[in-house]
Nanobody, 118 residues
Framework: VQLVESGGGSVQVGGSLRLSCAAS????????MSWVRQAPGKGLEWVSD????????NYSDSVKGRFTISRDNAGKTLYLQMNNLKPEDTAVYFC????????????RGQGTQVTVSS
């Protein structure tokens, strides 16, 4: 399993970023996928997940209405569109295969840094 995130960066409050996650080494379309994040000094926080066909989608209360998860099974890519970013969104964002905390911990990428400044 290889997951490579990209698209992070530094933005101002209210800005937008689109994260991508390129997957390889397994049948991408057969698995739920998740986004999780880790802020400085904190543990992993679940952000969103998506079913194998692109539905259903679930979001944490902290990002609901601002973030959109999607996937391209043909291209083996997972996305996270992040709008109206807030300073508390600052974190390293990881994509992960699966939904459970155990699976996420052992099947995630190297992460991409998102920094939101006011």
């Amino acid at each position: 399993v290889q997951l490579v995130e990209s698209g992070g960066g530094s933005v101002q409050v209210g800005g937008s970023l689109r994260l991508s996650c390129a997957a390889s080494g397994y049948i991408f379309s057969a698995y739920w996928m998740s986004w999780v994040r880790q802020a400085p000094g904190k543990g992993l926080e679940w952000v969103s997940d998506i079913g194998t066909t692109g539905w259903p989608t679930n979001y944490s209360d902290s990002v609901k209405g601002r973030f959109t998860i999607s996937r391209d099974n043909a291209g083996k890519t997972l996305y996270l569109q992040m709008n109206n970013l807030k300073p508390e969104d600052t974190a390293v964002y990881f994509c992960a295969r699966g939904r459970s905390s155990t699976t996420i911990a052992t099947n995630r990428g190297q992460g991409t840094q998102v920094t939101v400044s006011s």
